[in-house]
């Protein structure tokens, strides 16, 4: 079984709109790590924001949010007032330490294209 | 400002012709990783370092090795290099292993094979 799924393979959003990047993840391990990593055409993975297993409020960064729904397994990533340098590939990535040795493992991504 | 830095940014070699990769940094972090990414799709793990002790994937063709000379550098050994190698190889440091830890990755090389 996938342990990262990223249901959107493409997503388009207007200038200065919110978007919100699907992620729904499988663990069993009481104590993980999400992330999100957004890649431009360059190919840097560049790290926008992470929440943890057990945190009990949702992780922001400046225009990111992460709605964490732990009961629901999901991570969405929210952007708000999109931006035309926000077209990239987003990556959702999870961390576990006790069944994957603390190794991440990423979804397949979504490319981001911002209109405007 | 700390970073990781990875060279060659674009590597072109032939058939066969071994060839290597090389990454730094300069966070004094105690994991390095090398991942392997083809056109849009997940990077893929080849293999890490925990400080000294190396760790292969079990998937890593024989083709793909790894050194890990000093904290602060990393190298990936392509022995025979073939046609589905081309792909981007992403270098990655973490502080260490806990699940609230960050990975920071390098900008990437490019590697095409003729």
């Known amino acids: 079984a996938q342990k990262i799924t990223q249901t959107q393979p493409g997503m388009f959003v207007q200038e200065k709109e919110a978007v919100t990047l699907d992620c729904t993840y499988d663990?069993?391990?009481?104590?993980?790590?999400l992330f999100w990593y957004k890649q431009p055409s360059s190919g840097e993975m560049i790290f926008l924001i992470y929440q943890g297993s057990y945190d009990q409020q949702n992780a922001t960064e400046g225009r990111y949010s992460l709605n964490f729904q732990k009961a629901r397994k999901s991570a969405n990533l929210v952007i708000s007032a999109s931006q035309l340098g926000d077209s990239a590939m987003y990556f959702c990535a999870m961390r576990e330490v006790n069944t994957n040795a603390g190794k991440s493992t990423f979804g397949d991504g979504t490319t981001l294209t911002v209109k405007p | 400002d700390a970073m990781v830095i990875q060279n060659p940014r674009y590597q072109v070699t032939q058939f066969g012709k071994p060839v290597t990769l090389s990454c730094s940094q300069t966070l004094n972090h105690n994991v390095m990783y090398w991942y392997q990414q083809k056109s849009s799709q997940a990077p893929k793990l080849l293999f890490h370092y925990y400080d000294k002790d190396f760790n292969n994937e079990a998937d890593t063709p024989d083709n793909f090795q790894s050194r890990r000379p000093n904290t602060s550098f990393c190298f990936l050994d392509i022995r025979s290099p073939g046609l589905g190698d081309a792909a981007m190889y992403l270098c990655a440091t973490s502080r260490d292993k806990a699940s609230e830890e960050t990975q920071y990755f390098g900008p990437g090389t490019r590697l095409l094979v003729l």
């Open positions: 663990t069993s391990d009481p104590s993980y790590g």
